[in-house]
């Protein structure tokens, strides 16, 4: 199936959290898109037999658990190759392997891993990406490009660096530069494709940018009602240096502020050493945290208190952070954010830890609103894009497929199952807007 031109129902284990812990489901379930949005939903056997104008094409079986897709609020494109390089802490890592690695994302080379990264982004049962380029504009161009043909959603920005920068640049041109390729391409590309494609002016964090550059940015954000991307009290020595470098603003969240930059269309990474004034400034201003648990652990950069950011009111969604974190599996990332709250609960007093459905809704629903496009995206309900990741639940289970043991499992156990032991290799297919974007091998399924 290629397009969303024609009247396809798709069959599954029906599972999403429309609100916040609360896990919906059908056991025998069906969708039924149409144009692209879902038009029905339902219970199999009744979505069947209703009588149609023309005939139903029908996909896959209640052996495949079917999600909404999964959102990816943070994520680096030209970091994909060093994932899992010999872990450090943040500084010396960027300084070790990511800037000579995004220092080399031009070219021929950049447009082949673009297409690439699309093509893993949906065998991983992703279906909208935040991401970071390199700083060069053609790196940005071709993101969107490959993003366009890919037929994937995402929101992608070029890195913007004028301090202790990678390029070649004279120092004196830089600011400039960068702001009029930032502005360049969110006038060409936010909003492309009905809204499938938009822009996210992208300064990389406070050490690697002046006070003019960011409050430049934000102002052309606000212009071009653009999104806004950047990294945020992600490690200490990283904070320490902060302090150092902006005498200016009272705390690192404050250096932002100062400059505009905490807006609803904000995605703030990471965010993991919060004072309770940066986190209730954070609230009021609407500004938005993309967690990133795997990332955070795998530099060493500390546990994010999840429940003190929610409880302050601030909209948070899960990231990979590739190449901070290992992998581009948010199965894997909804599991490290319960492992991480678990952890953090042996040595805190009152930690919530997170439950299977509360993770769900970060990597869903949650991260939708995040967007602001929470109408359109995140669940399974009549008359929103047909954004889906279809799960083989027998991929899933000890020595596969089981039939027996798959028909005694409840929507909290393959959730759990997809949590725990989750990735592409149970990935069947990937829809965006009811189009096809990655499809398995694996012919005996699709019936
Ligand atoms: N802080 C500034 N740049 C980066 C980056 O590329 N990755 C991560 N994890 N943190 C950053
Ligand atoms: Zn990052």
Same mark, same amino acid.
């Given at each position: 199936?290629?397009?969303?031109d024609?009247?396809?129902?798709?069959?599954?284990?029906l599972?999403?959290?429309?609100?916040?812990?609360?896990?919906?489901?059908?056991?025998?379930?069906?969708?039924v898109?149409?144009?692209?949005l879902i038009a029905e939903?339902?219970?199999?056997?009744?979505l069947?037999k209703?009588?149609?104008?023309e005939?139903?094409?029908?996909?896959?079986?209640?052996?495949?658990?079917?999600?909404?897709g999964?959102?990816?609020?943070h994520?680096?494109?030209?970091?994909?190759?060093?994932?899992?390089?010999?872990?450090?802490e943040?500084?010396p890592w960027l300084?070790r392997?990511?800037?000579?690695l995004?220092?080399?994302?031009t070219?021929?080379?950049?447009r082949?891993?673009c297409a690439?990264?699309?093509?893993?982004?949906?065998?991983h049962?992703?279906?909208?990406?935040m991401?970071?380029?390199a700083i060069?504009?053609?790196?940005?161009?071709?993101?969107?490009?490959?993003a366009?043909?890919?037929?994937m959603? +995402?929101?992608?920005?070029k *890195?913007?660096m004028?301090?202790?920068? $990678?390029? /070649?640049?004279a120092?004196?041109?830089? !600011?400039? %530069?960068?702001?009029?390729?930032?502005?360049r391409?969110?006038?060409?590309?936010?909003?492309a494709?009905?809204?499938r494609?938009d822009?996210?002016?992208?300064?990389r964090?406070a050490?690697?940018?002046?006070?003019?550059m960011?409050?430049?940015t934000?102002?052309?954000a606000?212009?071009h009602?653009?999104?806004?991307?950047t990294?945020?009290?992600?490690?200490?020595?990283?904070? +320490?240096a902060?302090?150092? *470098?902006?005498?200016w603003?009272?705390? $690192?969240? /404050?250096?932002?502020?100062?400059c505009? !930059?905490l %807006?609803?269309?904000?995605?703030l990474?990471h965010s993991?050493?919060l004072?309770?004034r940066?986190?209730?400034?954070?609230?009021r201003?609407?500004?938005n945290?993309?967690h990133?648990?795997?990332a955070?652990?795998?530099?060493?950069?500390?546990?994010?208190?999840?429940?003190?950011?929610l409880?302050?009111?601030?909209?948070v969604?899960?990231?990979?952070?590739?190449a901070?974190?290992?992998?581009?599996?948010?199965?894997?990332?909804?599991?490290?954010?319960?492992?991480?709250?678990?952890?953090?609960?042996?040595?805190?007093?009152?930690?919530?830890?997170?439950?299977p459905?509360?993770?769900?809704?970060?990597?869903?629903?949650?991260?939708?609103h995040?967007?602001g496009?929470g109408?359109?995206?995140?669940?399974?309900d009549?008359?929103?894009e047909?954004d889906l990741?279809?799960?083989?639940?027998?991929a899933?289970l000890?020595?596969?497929?089981?039939?027996?043991?798959q028909n005694?499992?409840?929507a909290?156990?393959?959730l759990t199952?997809c949590i725990h032991?989750?990735g592409?290799?149970?990935t069947?297919?990937?829809?965006?807007r009811?189009r096809s974007?990655?499809?398995?091998?694996?012919?005996?399924?699709?019936?």
């Amino acid at each position: 199936m290629s397009s969303g031109d024609s009247l396809i129902g798709i069959r599954g284990f029906l599972i999403d959290t429309p609100e916040r812990g609360k896990l919906r489901a059908w056991s025998d379930g069906a969708i039924v898109i149409e144009d692209g949005l879902i038009a029905e939903i339902g219970d199999y056997g009744e979505l069947s037999k209703k009588p149609r104008r023309e005939p139903m094409r029908w996909l896959h079986s209640n052996r495949v658990a079917i999600f909404p897709g999964l959102i990816d609020l943070h994520t680096h494109l030209p970091q994909y190759p060093a994932i899992a390089r010999s872990e450090t802490e943040l500084l010396p890592w960027l300084r070790r392997y990511i800037f000579p690695l995004e220092r080399e994302f031009t070219g021929a080379k950049a447009r082949k891993e673009c297409a690439q990264f699309f093509a893993e982004l949906a065998r991983h049962g992703t279906t909208t990406a935040m991401i970071y380029t390199a700083i060069y504009e053609e790196s940005c161009d071709a993101a969107f490009e490959a993003a366009q043909t890919s037929g994937m959603r +995402a929101i992608i920005g070029k *890195m913007m660096m004028d301090v202790g920068s $990678y390029g /070649d640049l004279a120092v004196e041109k830089i !600011l400039e %530069t960068s702001l009029t390729q930032s502005e360049r391409l969110c006038k060409k590309w936010h909003g492309a494709e009905n809204g499938r494609l938009d822009y996210a002016f992208s300064p990389r964090f406070a050490l690697s940018c002046s006070r003019e550059m960011m409050t430049a940015t934000a102002e052309l954000a606000k212009k071009h009602g653009a999104y806004i991307q950047t990294h945020l009290s992600e490690n200490l020595a990283e904070l +320490a240096a902060v302090f150092e *470098m902006c005498g200016w603003a009272d705390d $690192y969240v /404050d250096v932002y502020e100062k400059c505009g !930059l905490l %807006t609803p269309h904000t995605v703030l990474g990471h965010s993991i050493h919060l004072s309770e004034r940066e986190r209730d400034a954070i609230a009021r201003s609407g500004a938005n945290v993309a967690h990133c648990p795997t990332a955070n652990l795998f530099l060493n950069s500390g546990i994010m208190k999840l429940d003190r950011l929610l409880d302050a009111g601030i909209r948070v969604g899960l990231g990979t952070d590739v190449a901070a974190g290992p992998e581009l599996n948010l199965w894997h990332v909804m599991r490290t954010a319960i492992e991480s709250q678990k952890a953090r609960s042996f040595y805190e007093k009152n930690v919530r830890v997170p439950s299977p459905a509360d993770v769900l809704f970060l990597a869903t629903q949650g991260a939708a609103h995040v967007l602001g496009k929470g109408a359109q995206l995140g669940s399974l309900d009549i008359g929103k894009e047909a954004d889906l990741t279809l799960v083989d639940i027998g991929a899933l289970l000890p020595y596969r497929k089981n039939t027996k043991v798959q028909n005694d499992l409840g929507a909290e156990d393959i959730l759990t199952l997809c949590i725990h032991r989750g990735g592409p290799h149970a990935t069947i297919e990937t829809f965006v807007r009811g189009r096809s974007v990655y499809r398995a091998m694996q012919p005996e399924l699709f019936g």
